[in-house]
């Protein structure tokens, strides 16, 4: 069988902060026919928002917005929306009640 590539946007605002080692993965694919290294790829694009900032070493999976101004923290891996304006962390990450006023300015 042969290789298929295929890029998908990856679309972002005017000001994103990427810190180092981060990973933007715009496909992935399933066990479908029995194996991991084989089955049915799934595709899908990758939008980060104005003012976003993904910290070192953070994972965004396809499919996946993360809001404007919103922070996802090191080592975290999005695989689902994060909302503007939110902490978020964890694998899953997920959103992290803020517990005082954050100010961000975009």
């Known amino acids: 069988t042969g290789v298929q590539t295929c ?3 990856i679309s972002g605002g005017v000001v994103v902060q990427l810190g180092p080692y981060v990973v933007l993965v715009t ?11 084989s089955g049915p ?3 899908g694009p990758i939008r980060l928002c104005q003012g976003c900032w993904l ?4 994972t965004v ?4 917005t993360i809001g404007c101004g919103a922070l996802l923290a090191a080592n975290s891996v999005a695989t689902r929306d994060i909302p503007p304006f939110a902490l ?11 517990k005082s006023r ?3 300015v975009l």
């Open 7 to 9: 890029a998908l946007p």
């Open 27 to 37: 496909g992935d694919h399933t066990r479908e026919n029995g194996s991991y290294r």
């Open 41 to 43: 790829s799934h595709l």
């Open 55 to 58: 910290a070192a070493h953070a």
């Open 61 to 64: 999976t396809r499919n996946v």
């Open 88 to 98: 978020a962390g964890g694998v899953p990450a997920h959103v992290i009640p803020k």
């Open 102 to 104: 954050i100010e961000i």
